[in-house]
Structures are given as C-alpha cells and as structure tokens.
T-cell receptor, first 110, second 114 residues
Framework: GQQVMQIPQYQHVQEGEDFTTYCNSS?????IQWYKQRPGGHPVFLIQ?????EVKKQKRLTFQFGEAKKNSSLHITATQTTDVGTYFC??????????FGKGTTLSVSS | ETGVTQTPRHLVMGMTNKKSLKCEQH?????MYWYKQSAKKPLELMFV???????ENNSVPSRFSPECPNSSHLFLHLHTLQPEDSALYLC?????????????FGPGTRLTVL
C-alpha cells in the first residue's frame, strides 16, 4: 500500500539552530498536510499544500511541496523550546482518509 | 481546544472487560475517524464514518466495534482486548471526507490493557 516516509525520525538541536524534516513518497502525493503533536498532546493541523512547487510560510516555519509532488519539507528557522514536538506529514491519496508518516520528533535544548 | 472531546481520557482495563470510548464533535462536521497511535508507529487509521455511514474499515480486529449514532458522536466499543492494544486512541473529525479536508483531533484516550 501507499507509504509516506519521514526523515529523520529524531532530531535534537540547540535553541536558535535551524531544523528540517522531510516527507517522501514513491507515488505522487495528492496533497500534503502537516500536523504537530506536542508531548502528551494530540495532532494539530498546521498547513496544507496542494500545488506542485508550492511554498508557504508561517512565521519561522516554511513548508515546501516538491515539483513532482513526491516530497515535501518543513523547515523551522531559529528553533525555540516551544517548537518541541513531533511533526507529521500526511497524504490523502486514497480520498477518504489521511496516510500519516511516522513523524519526526524534535527536541530543543536551551 | 479543537471542538472535539473524548472520554475517558485514561482507561485501564482487563482483557475480559467491556468498555466504550466516546467522541463528540461540536464543529458541525460530517466525517469522523478513529485512529490508533502506538509508540514508534505511525498513526493508524481504524475507521472512517461519513454522514453516519462507515466508509472505511482498515482490517481492524472485531474486538473493536465502532458506532456512529449521529454526525456528532462516535463510539468505539472494546471487548476482550489484548495487551498489544494498549495505545492512545484518537478521534478526529472533518467537514467532509475529501482529500483537502483538514482533520481536527480530540485529546485522545490513553488505553492500558492488563
């Protein structure tokens, strides 16, 4: 079945450093949604990318959708301790529900 | 607060018990979902309901039985569970079940099966 791979699985950074997580698929992605789950919390929607090559920004977060719609990335500039959590990408190719990646867990030390 | 509530937040049960998880959404959405989140695994979709009809059942064992009496409520009935069923069970809702619909998650029920 369709799989969405995320790398890295874990990332530790010093506060102020940048962070990037990548989402890859062997098949063309329909659209990509990104979610963040804080420790002990539940996934919260961040953004959706639909168009090939799309780039969206939310303050220090930059989301990209690859030209071939087979990959996506989330980049955080100058991380803060509030960025801690697990970031999931998800695709809805099946049309009825999201296929989630395993997530990238970010830890930040001050 | 996302407008999706789940009860109970924590549940400990024996393998012979029967219990139910409840989810309620106050967003006027038409689709509701059950997910299972285990350690070191991706979120696993269990069931999808759209307009109170089950539209997807992802090969979930029959010891999990969903019920959607109306578009605002979703239940997951549990019986004779196994220890490996211990996980965080998340409910979500979306306006529709289409490919661009954002999902809103509840806080989850942390289930421990002894």
């Amino acid at each position: 079945g369709q799989q969405v791979m995320q790398i890295p699985q874990y990332q530790h950074v010093q506060e102020g450093e940048d962070f990037t997580t990548y989402c890859n698929s062997s098949t063309t992605l329909s659209n990509i949604q990104w979610y963040k789950q804080r420790p002990g919390g539940h996934p919260v929607f961040l953004i959706q990318l639909v168009k090939s090559g799309e780039v969206k920004k939310q303050k220090r977060l930059t989301f990209q959708f690859g030209e071939a719609k087979k990959n996506s990335s989330l980049h955080i500039t100058a991380t803060q301790t509030t960025d801690v959590g697990t970031y999931f990408c998800a695709d809805n190719q099946a049309g009825t529900a999201l296929i989630f990646g395993k997530g990238t867990t970010l830890s930040v030390s001050s | 607060e996302t407008g999706v509530t789940q009860t109970p937040r924590h549940l400990v049960m024996g393998m012979t018990n029967k219990k139910s998880l409840k989810c309620e959404q106050h967003l006027g959405h038409n689709a509701m979902y059950w997910y299972k989140q285990s350690a070191k695994k991706p979120l696993e979709l269990m069931f999808v309901y759209s307009l109170e009809e089950r539209v997807e059942n992802n090969s979930v064992p029959s010891r999990f039985s969903p019920e959607c009496p109306n578009s605002s409520h979703l239940f997951l009935h549990l019986h004779t569970l196994q220890p490996e069923d211990s996980a965080l069970y998340l409910c979500a809702s979306s306006q529709g079940s289409g490919s661009t619909d954002t999902q809103y998650f509840g806080p989850g029920t942390r289930l421990t099966v002894l």
